[in-house]
């Protein structure tokens, strides 16, 4: 039985991520994300016995993921039905095609973001060699509640898009530039949701120009998914060096990758993330805080900020769920979609399929909604990488961005709009 429940549920994921594909929707990355997290990992760990927790656990999650996806697919399917057949989320034609000459500009805003974000920490560490996540971590403590940090984020992962926008648009030097900025900013911070940029735009490349699914594109998508979980794994390891002088100094490539293989082949990381999704169902939901809607109250109460709402606003509640798993005070946790939905709401929160696959459908449509080119390719790529958020279980801080990233490109296009029209190539 316990064999049968884990094929079920990875057969309903693999459903779920062949629509998302068809209809080129940025939900795709939401369900690839909980196909390598969860859908995959909790199948080898029923078929290996090798999981710490009982079978009667994995089962039960296994239940439970199998209504969140089949109340998923239904909404889905009649939000989709009910919207009639409509053109495509976002075409290479259609951006191949825009006349728009003005994206220079998001271009050197782009760079500047990444540029101060840069600067910033390489002044509170003392130079670029003494950089690290630990001190990235104390310049973040040491910042006011609102400050600029928060401002560059958003719009970093809001201007995201331009690479795919420039590359589609055969300004390939201006894509790369693009590139080079996500990078540099990754290698600085360590913060490893920087460098989804980079790889929601190799894979919404591939995506939109898919016509009809084969074996190659499924192929393609195991070696991507290979290849990503290998630099999100090396993204840590890089980290644990601590500073980048360290770095240069004790580098060795047997003893880098030997270790991105232990944490592999041991769960240690975000392929592990899952078993704390075991460990809420086998405990039956029996924390503090849990079972309150935290997350979704949250996400209602998005512009209200949480030092101001008198209460009202939930506390961050990673934070919440990382003490239940024995974490240090302020320590946090993101066990997968599945587990946030469970921790949210127990066995009730295999309702929350309905609710996103309503957020999807939204999403979907606010997209198709924007008539400017670069507008709907930077909306697609935030939806984008904000899903492959979501899918590990950062809700909350991933619709912060959408939240607030949506109508700030918003403003900007159209004050770009009011411009006198330009038009200036890199060389």
């Known amino acids: 039985m316990d064999i049968l429940l884990a094929f079920i549920q990875f057969g309903l994921i693999a459903v779920i991520c062949t629509q998302e594909v068809k209809r080129k929707s940025p939900a795709i990355f939401l369900w690839a994300t909980l196909m390598v997290m969860f859908g995959v990992m909790h199948t080898l760990s029923v078929l290996t016995g090798n999981s710490e927790y009982k079978t009667q656990t994995l089962n039960e999650a296994s239940l439970f993921v199998i209504g969140f996806c089949g109340l998923y697919l239904f909404t889905r399917n009649l939000i989709c039905v009910n919207q009639g057949r409509q053109l495509p989320i976002l075409t290479a034609n259609s951006i191949e095609n825009d006349d728009n000459r003005k994206p220079l500009l998001l271009l050197i805003l782009f760079v500047s973001v990444s540029f101060m974000m840069c600067y910033k920490l390489i002044s509170f560490s003392g130079s670029l060699l003494d950089t690290s996540w630990s001190t990235g971590?104390?310049?973040?403590?040491?910042?006011?509640?609102a400050n600029s940090n928060q401002i560059y984020n958003i719009l970093y992962f809001s201007l995201s898009g331009l690479p795919l926008y420039f590359w589609i648009k055969n300004e390939k030097k201006s894509s790369i530039l693009c590139i080079l900025a996500i990078v540099l900013v990754?290698?600085?911070?360590?913060?490893?949701?920087?460098?989804?940029?980079?790889?929601?735009?190799?894979?919404?490349?591939?995506?939109?120009?898919?016509?009809?699914?084969?074996?190659?594109?499924?192929?393609?998508?195991?070696?991507?998914?290979i290849l990503v979980i290998y630099i999100v794994y090396g993204l840590r390891v890089f980290r644990h060096y601590g500073t980048i002088e360290v770095f240069l100094r004790e580098f060795n490539c047997d003893e880098?990758?030997?270790?991105?293989?232990?944490?592999?082949?041991?769960?240690?990381?975000?392929?592990?993330?899952?078993?704390?999704?075991?460990?809420?169902?086998?405990?039956n939901n029996q924390f503090q805080g849990f079972g309150k809607w935290a997350s979704y109250i949250r996400m209602f109460l998005v512009y209200l900020p949480t030092k101001f709402s008198f209460g009202l606003k939930p506390d961050d509640f990673a934070q919440t769920m990382g003490s239940a798993v024995g974490m240090v005070v302020g320590g946090s946790t993101h066990p997968t979609l599945f587990g946030d939905c469970y921790a949210n709401a127990g066995i009730f929160g295999v309702l929350l399929g309905v609710f996103w696959a309503m957020y999807s459908s939204i999403s979907d449509s606010i997209i198709r909604r924007c008539k400017n080119q670069v507008l709907k390719t930077l909306v697609y790529c935030l939806f984008a990488v904000t899903f492959v958020i979501i899918g590990r279980g950062s809700v909350y801080n991933s619709f912060f961005f959408v939240a607030w990233g949506v109508p700030v490109l918003w403003i900007i296009i159209k004050i770009i709009e009011k411009l006198p029209r330009i038009k200036i190539k890199i060389r």
Do not use: C
Not at 137 to 145: M, V
Not at 188 to 213: D, G, S, W
């Open 137 to 145: 971590r104390d310049y973040s403590a040491s910042l006011n509640y």
């Open 186 to 225: 990754t290698i600085i911070t360590r913060n490893r949701i920087l460098v989804l940029p980079a790889l929601v735009f190799v894979l919404a490349l591939y995506i939109i120009k898919i016509e009809n699914l084969r074996i190659k594109h499924l192929v393609f998508a195991a070696i991507a998914g």
């Open 256 to 283: 880098f990758f030997a270790k991105i293989n232990l944490y592999i082949a041991t769960d240690n990381g975000e392929l592990g993330l899952r078993n704390d999704f075991y460990f809420f169902v086998e405990h």
